[in-house]
């Protein structure tokens, strides 16, 4: 099974790293280098959402309280809150579902500042996530980046990891500089929540809920063209990176935790080899577990 | 007797849990496998997987000696790199190169190897990037040059070179003028390319930039140059290399406007803490011959 997931990222001119678990049968698993520590990109939005909900179970954060983010203050992304120009007012809980469902960085930003990151580290170590740890915001990433490459902005550092003429400079990928975490982690985590044990039964439904709406359905959703097949996932993409972590529920009901992060050997912004190999990947992970 | 390959066996199905796949982690087909299986658990006396449908799982006595047998593959491992440092007749480099790197800048990257490390044999193998990777990952190459976008999972790599390209073009289709064309002009005959499977990544970069060029101008496989300047010779495939030296009656040499299409290529290395690993500095003297042969 191994070397068939292999030679799919293999195909596609990517690494890659896989865990998928039976959520009914945990011991079941199909394992590609899983205890890898990756950076995750926006894969950090789940572990933040997750200990967000816990804070919001414990009554240290209200969901519905209000919070306006200014245009200047708001950090720069393709999606979301990021992309628009004026002034918006949401509750902390709109500002999760954008965060989880367009992967909006400005509303990341905004709860992981309302969380904390020590907060979250506590949380997530409480949660028995080993190798996760979210550093820090898109904010901080982006300067990080900026910093690296030795561009002007943003869209000049991005430039240069998209670039193929040109080797990609020093730590701009390395784990240890950003958010982080293995795909074992992120199916733990994934089975702790569908299984209840971890937040309250209306944090746990407004997780699933979230994730089940997510816009993207070109990684792991791809590799299950069926309308019966429920995905409920969160991507992740920075640079070359291209990842996806969701809970595959097929029509009887039988459900799969799925974690997979990939990273292409092209720079290039659009690569939907990869993108379907990540489905492909799950596909083949789920059928052996099934 | 234990042999190396029993083990190799053991530990690629207990990875694999399946025959197939396990035979081709190893690089033999499977009625070898089985037999190699079947004379380990003759020579352990006890059965070491249970065979299922298409899969197989380890037993009791498997998972008990699974881990022995991997410390003992490690340790041959060790050896066979100890052995080779202790060559009486000099470190031996052992270079790949890509098929795409062109003979003479092939040839400087060896020569620079042999002057870089005095005393060194230098052997030089040519495969296929992604054959060329897993061999600098096995410890089995001392470097490779091999063709940039590449999955470089561990690897250590030298800066990505750029070699300009030129189209060879049957002078039935246009005249050896050795004029620039622009790429989109370059119709009415297949692109030769290699096989994609060689370097997956570096292969869907240049048919991808080919098709941003020249939409349905066709490309045709062929299993290296020699093949595919005998078929711009006959009149049936242009050829786009970096090699200045390839020519043949009957076919044109034309620079490409902007470059297109260059050949990325890089050297790649294993990492330092590896037995036998070059020195860094000869590395960056090394990646210098890459870029000016």
Known sequence: MNARIRAVFDDAGARGWLHAISLDRPEDSVELDADVVVPIASVYKLPLLAGFCRLVDTGELDPCEQLTLSPESRIPGPTGLSILADPVTMSLRDLAVTMMTVSDNASADALLNKVGPDRLAELLQSFGLEHTRVRRGAAGNLVELVRRTGASDPDAAFAVLADNDQTDPAGVYDAANLSAGSARDMTLLLREVWGGGLLSEGQTAFVRRSMEQQVFTQRIAAGFPHDGVRIAGKTGTFGALRHEVAVVTLPGGDAYAVAVFTHAARGDRRLPRVDAAIGEAARLAVDHLR | ?293
């Open chain 2, 1 to 293: 007797m234990l042999t190396e390959r029993y083990l190799q066996i053991f530990v690629a199905l207990a990875d694999e849990q399946h025959f197939g796949d396990a035979a081709r982690v190893i690089g033999i087909t499977q009625p070898p496998l089985s037999q190699g299986l079947r004379r380990l658990e003759a020579l352990v006396g006890a059965k070491l997987f249970e065979r299922g449908p298409g899969q197989v799982e380890l037993t009791p006595a498997g998972k008990a000696l699974l881990p022995h047998a991997r410390r003992a593959l490690n340790a041959i491992d060790e050896f066979h790199h100890a052995a080779s440092a202790q060559d009486p007749e000099g470190v031996e480099i052992r270079l790949g190169l890509a098929p795409e790197v062109p003979a003479s800048v092939g040839a400087a990257v060896a020569a620079a190897c042999s002057a870089a490390v005095r005393g060194s044999r230098v052997s030089v193998i040519s495969a296929p990037t992604s054959s060329l990777v897993q061999q600098v990952s096995a410890g089995r190459l001392g470097l490779a040059a091999v063709l940039h976008p590449a999955v470089l999972d561990g690897l250590e790599a030298g800066p990505v070179t750029l070699m300009s390209t030129w189209a060879l073009v049957p002078t039935a289709l246009y005249p050896d003028d050795g004029a620039a064309l622009p790429l989109g002009k370059l119709q009415g005959l297949p692109i030769a390319v290699r096989p994609r499977a060689e370097a997956p990544a570096a292969r869907d970069l240049f048919l991808d930039t080919l098709a941003l060029h020249r939409p349905g101008g066709g490309t045709v496989i062929v299993t290296d140059e020699r093949a595919g300047l005998a078929m711009a010779a006959a009149g049936q495939a242009i050829v786009v290399t970096p090699d200045p030296s390839l020519a043949a009656a009957g076919v044109g040499r034309h620079p490409l406007i902007d470059d297109p299409l260059p050949v990325r290529l890089r050297l790649v290395w294993p990492q330092s803490r590896t037995p036998n690993a070059l020195p860094a500095e000869v590395m960056a003297q090394l990646s210098q011959a890459l870029e000016t042969p």
